[in-house]
């Protein structure tokens, strides 16, 4: 244990600060008002109160905060220098992994670079200093960068507008389903409550459709990895509100049967779903609008640059065609104008690129998938050989190294084994197609040496298993922490070491 593995507690000292304000506000008099109620608040809410004590607190606060709101007690905050408060926190950072740090090939989720100069303008003050209740006149600057990226994804996508109220893209898939049943309802057509997900679908479209009450009907993949035709006729019929499509697919494939599947949809009276979250790779070459979709989400924090591991912040606005438009409005996912944060990251990304440059992206992002997908294939089973998208599927290795008493490296195992070289994991076991699925998507932010970088590594981690997978069983051995018996994790938590 290192001595900075300590909770930041453990490293508290009664007396130590870190960090000093000006005496000012201490009893200095009339013209002090102001500082005291900026400074007030901040001391009296944070780590002054626990190094201060609650005399001083009260002598801060003591003209903002009525009686029977204030602490009878100091909070228990730690008391830390700020150097060491400094290195716990960069240390901490340092255990963890991230774009900034390394490759990050986890498919389906476009974990794509972040340009900082989004940051820089999400967090421009006057941005980040507007009141949701503030007079609708006072914030036109904001309202014109959501009507301008309104416009942008518009024209990127080929819908007519968009609402941005959902936080992530399975509240944008529920508000989309939520148009649809609109749709159908508005017209006295109340008996289609079945929606049709293809068996490769992401796990969260049976799961919103559930949610909005609508009954979840499979229809199969072929062998080639597309939506079986056949197979969804017969599912179609006078109870069908809808299908939902990835298209890529989540195997990174395009669903050449598009324009079939939603003329057979729409013949039905059913309307289109398109989960956005895939748009990556259509970006500047094909649009969804074009392609028969009614209604679509897409996800921000994925296509348009938001760091989003861990489950950060997101925006999933939903876009209609003409058809849902009058409902657009009606479905209130969350309140005011959703994660503004993630928009303006979204808009700054758009106009950095500008119109030619967006058309590029879909295509490198294209290109780097085939060129590692070509560049493994001698050693990772590769069952749908054909030319992908901005993702493809590996199903294991081809020599796992296994034979009678020693087992073989599975996917986890090439996973684990990725972190010991500085790549974090692809997204392993989904789709669910395959038993050994590894997911690759490197984006299109990512130069051919790094890209080499990976290829070599996956090379390597292969003859490491078909020589002696135990190396591979064993990883990762050059992590924080090796491997977590992650059920247990999960069940029973010991968030202090
Ligand atoms: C990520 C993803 C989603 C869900 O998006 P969230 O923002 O994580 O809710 C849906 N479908 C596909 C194909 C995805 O990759």
Known sequence: MKYYDKLIFELSHPGRSGFSLPNCFEGAGADTQQTRATL?????????????????SEAVCGCLIPQHLKRESVLDLPEVSEVDVVRHYTNLSQMN????????????????????????MAAHPLFTGLHPLQPAETVKGAQEVIDDLDHALAAITGFKHFTFLPCAGAHGELTGLMLIREYHMARGDSARTK???????????????????????????????????EDLKPLLGPDVAGIMMTNPNTLGLFEKDIK?????????????YYDGANMNALLGAVRPGDMGFDVLHLNLHKTFSTPHGGGGPGSGPVGVAESLLPYLGIPKVSGFHGNFGVMMRAYAYILMLGRENVKNAGPYAVLAANYIKESLKDAYKLPIPTVCKHE??????????????????TTLD??????????????IYFPLLFHQALMVEPTE????????????????????????????HGAPHDTPISRPDETTAARNPIVKA
Request: one cysteine or more; glycine letters at 12%; proline letters at 5%.
């Open 40 to 56: 007030g608040t901040v001391r009296g809410g944070t780590v002054s109160c626990a190094n201060g004590g609650a005399e001083r």
């Open 97 to 120: 992994f991230g774009v900034d740090t390394g490759f990050y090939p986890l498919g389906s989720c476009t974990m794509k670079y972040n340009p900082k100069i989004n940051e820089e």
């Open 195 to 229: 929606v049709i997900v293809p068996d490769s679908a992401h796990g969260t479209n049976p799961a919103s459709a559930a949610v909005c009450g609508l009954e979840i009907v499979v229809v199969k993949s072929r062998p080639d990895g597309l939506i079986d035709v």
């Open 260 to 272: 079939e599947i939603a003329k057979l949809v729409h013949g039905c009276g059913g309307l289109l």
């Open 392 to 409: 493809f599927v590996y199903d294991g290795l081809i020599n796992d190294g296994g034979h009678d008493d020693v087992p073989g490296a």
């Open 414 to 427: 090439i996973a684990k084994r990725l972190l010991d070289y500085g790549f974090h994991a692809p997204t």
């Open 445 to 472: 932010t990512e130069s051919k040496e790094t890209l080499d970088a990976f290829i070599d590594v996956m090379h390597k981690i292969a003859e490491e298993a078909a020589k002696d997978p135990e190396i591979l």
